[in-house]
């Protein structure tokens, strides 16, 4: 047994993502990296990271799990060991890359729990691939972003310098893995992405066609997505539930992970 190996919950156990076991997809001009754990007749459950991160993010929540799962991690489009590609990076082209590696994979529905931008690619998967999602958790994520929501102009000012400065190590996991590491066009593509007001950006009123269970989840010291973003998608998907974590920001799954992770098991059985 590895030193990356978890015990979780009633004896569930799985590998955690390890950026050595996994594999590609080429799709168009890119190389998306996946890794997949656990058996192949558990249920399949999808986990997508937040903006310039990894799936590896997600390492400190699996153990926390306590039902057996089929884990599946990507890494989105130009992130970890991902390839950026020559295509536009939009939250639309995010949601396509997810859904093609799961048809590689022969998933035809799955539970998803996505982050950040993770959550907002997952919340278009759900509007747009109709049975593909079978739940979905959107942690620390909103519908769209407001043209006058001051975390505009915030997101905008992003550069690889400042990047760099406030998250040293992220970028140095990215240099180290990536196989074609350009963080400055990295974040020349992943900028407009967040700042993208048009239909390949945020799902927007689209949220109005998912039908799956959707848990979203908000840590009530975020300062990226406001608990009115949150309420408004939760009002508008229906029978949508809607946890507001206090103590936590942005990352609330990992700022409170035992609190969030306890609706999470529930909601996922």
Known sequence: MSADTFSAGA???????DHQSGDHLALDSAKIYFEVHGGSADPPLLFLHGGLGTLKDFNGVMP??????RVIGIDSRGQGKS???TADLTYHRLALDAAAVLKHLGVGRCSVVGFSDGGITALRMAAECGPLVDRLVAIGTGKKLRADDPVRKLLGSVTAQSWTEKFPESVALYKAVNPQPDFAALIDAVVPMWLD???TGYPADCVTRITCPLLAVRGDEDHLVSRASVFELVEQVPGAK???IPFAGHEAHKDQAQAVMASV???LE
């Open 265 to 267: 098991n529930r909601f």
């Open 83 to 85: 390839t950026l590609g």
């Open 64 to 69: 926390l799990l306590t039902k057996r799962f």
């Open 11 to 17: 004896g569930v156990s799985a590998d955690l993502f």
């Open 242 to 244: 809607l946890l507001n």
């Open 197 to 199: 007001d048009s239909a």
